[in-house]
DNA sequence: TATGAATGAGTGTTCATTCAT
DNA sequence: TATGAATGAACACTCATTCAT
């Protein structure tokens, strides 16, 4: 066993190292056009390393989904079903920076979740189904929300498709946005908020008001 | 040995028919994930009159970008910015199934767009400055409903992130989600179309209104 | 296509070659010792043309197997049954030696052969499935020799341990033996001959007397 | 994890464990078709301890041949030349029983010794200067039968590939046939039995018979 | 235009072996 | 003695691309 007791200066443990190589990796190139000998590179260790602690590339995605989506989730539902969204502007204003703040440590997580899910399946059914369960037990705290249960379902589809894509997308593409129009960082976050609260925060707001 | 005496009608000529797998291959697997073989076996032709065609696997990509996001956005920017759209919901649903329908006959398209927009940069810009071009193009129409100039730059942010990524995302999330959650078609596009109205066309009407 | 009138310096099809080096290479180091860089050297062609012709080592094993096998198994039918074996030493010893010079030029499929067969199954059950066909057909041919049913069985269990095998061992084994114990060719393959027609014949004509 | 204090009855040490499990799996795959990770599962022991006792995957092969096979031989030799063998088939198929299930408890070893026997040399010349001495000692038995000096070496050969080879065949290929040609054991050994008498006793018998 | 054959440079993976403890 | 971690060198196989016809 090596580095009893972890030395300070970012010497992690080789397998969470491998870990963390392979998210980078994974995010610039995607899982197909990521090299296994880039991820062993910059994890500092030698390939055959790799395939010790993980038995192949795609275990290696499995096993960063697995822990990593949840600890996501979990975070995002608290915070998105937080009510004080609902209240005041400012508050509002606040939980959405906390939140992107949090997305934006995550972003390469995000940008492999997203990449994956919009192959065509069948290819891209494994990942989808992990996915779903993670969905479900997310949704679960939207459920709780609604009483007529012919609005479940588009209470789902809503913080999916105008809640969460938006804000993960926002994650993935502020940077080149940035780059290709010439916006600074806080403008353009700024407006992403402004925005978000206005067609999401709203259009919720009227979902669960008629489900009180 | 192949159609010597090539039908006019139905058989398409090899060079489309070149484009058309790799548009299918490249949605279905990333286009690092897809393979030459794989779009010649489609086809219907031989691997190496895909070189003859198209010079590499990368410009092969670029020949479908070309035209087509051209084409989409160019469709796009008229139905987005339809005024009839606020004022009544049935108009607006209207143009919104039209608009879907339109989409989901380029979805392969989207996806391959998406997917390469999420790869971190600097392996992504050359797509971007792409991109970038024809998000100049359509956000033309957005500015010029746009009186006050502090607002255009949040009315370009509100359209992209709040309108045309939701959009694409129902696209191309919208098979795997009724797999995952089981539920019908038209159901999930109703949802959907009413979800998107009550945030995306609310939150610009909002915005355009203050703007007149 | 290369060599329309094929060369007569021995540039055989690609494809011929390949098969060639494969025998000679899985010959001398066994299927798991044999490198498929060896044979891609030795067939003076591109690795990867092997894998375009035969699509994986074992394939290209299946394929050596599949034509050759059969081949050697049609020649020793006839030979090994020739009832004239039984008349005279002379004529007994002339189809001996034209048997021998004909497995000494299978010998590397010889070899192969036998070393596959050894592996303990269930590795093993693959290769035994075609080879048990084989002798099948090999048999019947026993079979017709033998009237009593009984003696069927016997009459194939003696073809095969005290025919076939040492048959097969001496064509591969000889040439070690030459070298272990200083003996010279025909000195070995007389002493041999002898000894087969001794053991071999003498209780095969016993066995098919009895059944006249 | 291991035993710590060592049960001294029914778990061997772990070096003979080694060995063992080594046997099993270079009998099953070859030589160069074992794993030395396999033999360390089924050893039960850490991979890296096959290299503390034994120094590489090809010594442990030494390791095994060197008691083995003498043993082997040993045991072969005078039972092979018992000569009650001649005297009265009874006789003869009791000393062939005894024989085969000596062996059959070696085939292991077997399996291995013809499996690289059959490589062509030169990658097998070690492994036959191994054999060409002890099958020398062998042949020393055979040799104080035989008064005739030109008859010796034919001696030599009629014991090896009419004697030895169907014995040491019947041993590695029986399984595989009683499973392809669906026989039972006991009628596969006695119709081999009665077929090696036949064949090889009464050729050295009428050899020996010869010279003395 | 079209193809079957051929290839250089990888690509994920394996494996015997070694190291630190 | 015994182990978990680590590695260099291969390994079978793949793939975008080119060539000859």
Do not use: C
């Not at 979902?207 to 009180?212: A, D, E, G, I, V």
């Amino acid at each position: 066993m090596v580095n009893h007791e972890a030395p300070e200066g970012g010497v992690a443990a080789a397998k969470e190292r491998i870990r963390d190589a392979a998210l980078r990796v994974f995010a610039e190139r995607g899982f197909d056009g990521a090299r296994v000998d880039e991820i062993a590179k910059r994890a500092g260790v030698n390939k055959a390393l790799i395939y010790y602690y993980y038995e192949s590339k795609e275990k290696l995605l499995d096993a960063i989904f697995q822990g990593s989506v949840e600890e996501v989730l979990a975070e995002l539902g608290p915070e998105l079903h937080d009510t004080r969204i609902f209240e005041d502007e400012a508050a509002a204003v606040a939980i959405m920076e906390r939140l992107l703040d949090f997305l934006e440590q995550r972003q390469d997580l995000l940008r492999i979740f997203l990449m994956e899910s919009m192959k065509r399946s069948p290819v891209n059914d494994r990942i989808f189904i992990l996915i779903a369960a993670l969905l479900d037990r997310l949704f679960s705290l939207v459920d709780s929300q609604i009483a007529r249960p012919e609005d479940m379902e588009r209470a789902r589809v809503m913080e999916f498709f105008t809640g969460l894509i938006p804000l993960f997308s926002y994650v993935v593409h502020h940077e080149i946005w940035m780059k290709a129009f010439g916006m600074d960082e806080a403008r353009l976050r700024a407006d992403f908020v402004r925005s978000f609260i206005d067609a999401h925060f709203t259009a919720t707001e009227m979902l669960y008001k008629t489900n009180k």
